[in-house]
């Protein structure tokens, strides 16, 4: 039997307040495997942001297991997430994040000079994660010269360039128009059924989530839903 990617189990999180803890996550359990396209939706406040933050290793749970590729990363030194965030993770934000005095090439060759690859290497591999994403002919471009489409393709090409197992996605088309969402959501569905990145995304909107296999929905911190996305988006539109 394969390892989940992901692997959670009683996952709690608590935020300190005035009048005692503020419990935003409960109980949630949770499991992806390898080549899985999974929508993360919830209303707003639901907990799906700071589930992904847990998932991304960039916060930890305050009681609950987390394993991701079959190791336990929950209660890990900052230090070492970071690590393991650069090996296993790849992540696009709303906010493309892109270094504005810096070439296309050299914004997706960014976390490669973080693992300690050579420089010769950075480029090579910087130049086909964006021919991947169809920018090929525009390595030596600043991020100020390209769309906000083009700009979002860079940064899933920089999320990718260190070849990880994962894929987090964080409303990646908030900032786009309809056209544009939808092309970048069909460049995740090729990277997903191509390449056989596992992608998990989280979005609201439901058009959004249809392009994933999978739903999980969040509802008040507790998992409410986790089947195929189509009867999630149904009961997701009736409310339940």
């Known amino acids: 039997m394969t390892t989940p990617i992901i692997f959670t189990k009683g996952i709690i999180k608590e935020f300190p307040s005035g009048t005692g803890p503020v419990r935003i996550l409960h109980d949630i359990d949770l499991e992806v495997n390898a080549g899985e396209f999974v929508a993360l939706m919830g209303p707003s406040g639901s907990g799906k942001s700071t589930l992904m933050n847990i998932l991304g290793c960039l916060d930890s749970p305050t009681a609950g297991e987390y394993l991701l590729n079959?190791?336990?990363?929950?209660?890990?030194?900052?230090?070492?997430?970071?690590?393991?965030?650069?090996?296993?993770?790849?992540?696009?934000?709303?906010?493309?994040?892109?270094?504005?005095?810096?070439?296309?090439?050299?914004?997706?060759?960014?976390?490669?000079?973080?693992?300690?690859?050579?420089?010769?290497e950075r480029q090579a591999r910087a130049a086909d994660m964006l021919a991947r994403v169809g920018l090929g002919n525009r390595l030596n471009a600043y991020p100020a010269q390209i769309s906000g489409g083009?700009?979002?393709?860079?940064?899933?090409?920089?999320?990718?360039?260190?070849?990880?197992?994962?894929?987090?996605?964080?409303?990646?088309?908030?900032?786009?128009?309809?056209?544009?969402?939808?092309?970048?959501?069909?460049?995740?569905?090729?990277?997903?059924r191509?390449?056989?990145?596992?992608?998990?995304?989280?979005?609201?909107?439901?058009?959004?989530?249809?392009?994933?296999?999978?739903?999980?929905?969040?509802?008040?911190?507790?998992?409410?839903?986790?089947?195929?996305?189509?009867?999630?988006?149904?009961?997701?539109?009736?409310?339940?």
């Open 194 to 240: 191509e390449d056989g990145i596992t992608v998990v995304l989280v979005t609201h909107e439901t058009d959004i989530a249809a392009h994933a296999h999978r739903m999980v929905r969040l509802v008040d911190g507790r998992k409410s839903f986790d089947g195929p996305v189509a009867e999630g988006i149904r009961q997701h539109l009736e409310g339940h």
């Open 150 to 192: 083009q700009q979002q393709r860079v940064a899933i090409a920089r999320a990718l360039v260190n070849r990880p197992t994962l894929l987090l996605a964080d409303e990646p088309t908030g900032n786009l128009d309809t056209k544009t969402s939808a092309e970048i959501m069909t460049l995740f569905e090729s990277l997903n």
């Open 70 to 120: 079959g190791e336990s990363v929950a209660y890990r030194e900052a230090d070492q997430l970071a690590i393991i965030r650069n090996k296993a993770i790849g992540f696009v934000f709303q906010g493309f994040n892109l270094l504005p005095r810096s070439t296309l090439a050299d914004n997706v060759a960014l976390p490669l000079i973080y693992a300690g690859i050579p420089s010769a």
